[in-house]
């Protein structure tokens, strides 16, 4: 019993530094969102969720008025990408306002590849999450594989 205890705890462990990991990085992002010259942050900030999560890549969305996302900063994609709330996982965790993590993009059926095919690019697993704001999604960030 004492090595499931002891499996359990570093089990919990790694899950509460986790989750402390993407409140930093959920704090960090909403901030950004609401400064003035916000343009000159995107690029620091993906690169330092890239190193601190260990991902390959880093996008970060942005609400619109006419409740659309659209990509402030996606790494290592030369054109914008823009949807609808509600589309893809993105969409969904502006809507629903929680995280979302999946270990399969191809098999899940909230998962858009568009963009995959359209830089040649392969999710893995993606981890995205909402930015709120006094209540309101302000936008949603992903990080992939």
């Known amino acids: 019993m004492k090595s499931d205890e002891k499996a359990l705890s570093s089990a919990l462990e790694s899950v509460n530094k986790a989750y402390s990991r993407l409140r930093v990085s ?3 992002a909403q901030k950004a969102l609401t400064t003035v010259k916000q343009e000159e942050f995107w690029n620091l900030l993906a690169e330092h969720l890239t190193l601190y999560f260990s991902c390959d890549r880093v996008t970060i969305y942005k609400r619109g008025p006419q409740d659309q996302l659209f990509s402030l900063y ?4 030369n054109v914008p990408v ?3 709330a509600g589309t893809g996982i993105a969409g969904h965790v502006a809507q629903t306002q929680r995280h979302y993590l999946t270990n399969d993009p191809y098999q899940d059926p909230l998962f858009n590849c ?3 095919k359209m830089t040649d690019y392969k999710s893995q697993n993606l981890l995205a999450f909402p930015l709120v704001y006094q209540g309101k999604t302000l936008g949603v960030v992903e990080l992939l594989n």
């Open 114 to 116: 568009s963009v995959d």
């Open 82 to 84: 823009a949807m609808n």
């Open 74 to 77: 996606a790494q290592k994609v």
């Open 26 to 28: 959920q704090y960090l």
